[in-house]
């Protein structure tokens, strides 16, 4: 809980920076490519995240590698980080920034779950029926779950719309028991 009420503060003072320059998406795209060359290069984040590596050898090692590269902004913000002893909460600051830019945007991600990969076709359907009933752009990630046996079930935020077979035939085996 700490850690998101951390990187949401941080992430919120980045976007608000990001927003008077005009470059909450450029900001965004630089983030998730920092924190994903951390993942691919574990060597970088062990050395940027490591308590006892000095702050300002992590600072060197962040100029040599992003000075002039991005805007100073976000350099500033990545030294910050350092500085405050934050840069191990690089990936949620990502995350949270990446929420506020899709509320600034009015998009809404959601997560959809079928029993078999959806076609393109049916991808850009159940997009513009979900855009539709939310009145927001919709961001789908889809994901398929052999365990549904059929149907779709689709996550908004802590929602949740359940059109499995396997929540059906569920339901219906409920009913049938209660009734006997």
């Given at each position: 809980m700490k850690n998101k009420v951390i990187a949401e503060r941080y992430?919120?003072?980045?976007f608000e920076i990001a927003r008077e320059q005009r470059l909450e998406a450029k900001f965004d795209g630089m983030l998730r490519d920092i924190v994903e060359m951390s993942e691919q290069h574990p060597q970088f984040k062990e050395i940027l995240e490591h308590p006892v590596i000095r702050k300002q050898d992590k600072k060197q090692m962040l100029s040599q590698l992003f000075e002039g590269k991005i805007p100073k902004e976000l350099f500033?913000?990545?030294s910050l980080l350092v500085d405050k002893k934050r840069e191990n909460y690089l990936k949620e600051i990502s995350a949270a920034y990446k929420r506020l830019l899709d509320a600034h945007n009015q998009v809404v991600l959601t997560e959809v779950y079928?029993?078999?990969p959806l076609e393109k076709d049916n991808?850009?359907?159940l997009k513009?029926?979900?855009e539709s009933y939310l009145g927001q752009s919709v961001e789908m990630?889809?994901?398929t779950d052999p365990e549904l046996l059929g149907g779709?079930?689709?996550k908004i935020g802590d929602r949740m719309i359940d059109g499995s077979?396997?929540?059906?035939?569920?339901q219906l085996t409920q009913t049938l028991v209660s009734k006997s």
């Open positions: 992430a919120e003072s980045l500033a913000f990545l079928t029993a078999i991808q850009s359907f513009k029926t979900l990630r889809c994901h779709v079930t689709v077979l396997r929540t059906q035939l569920n």
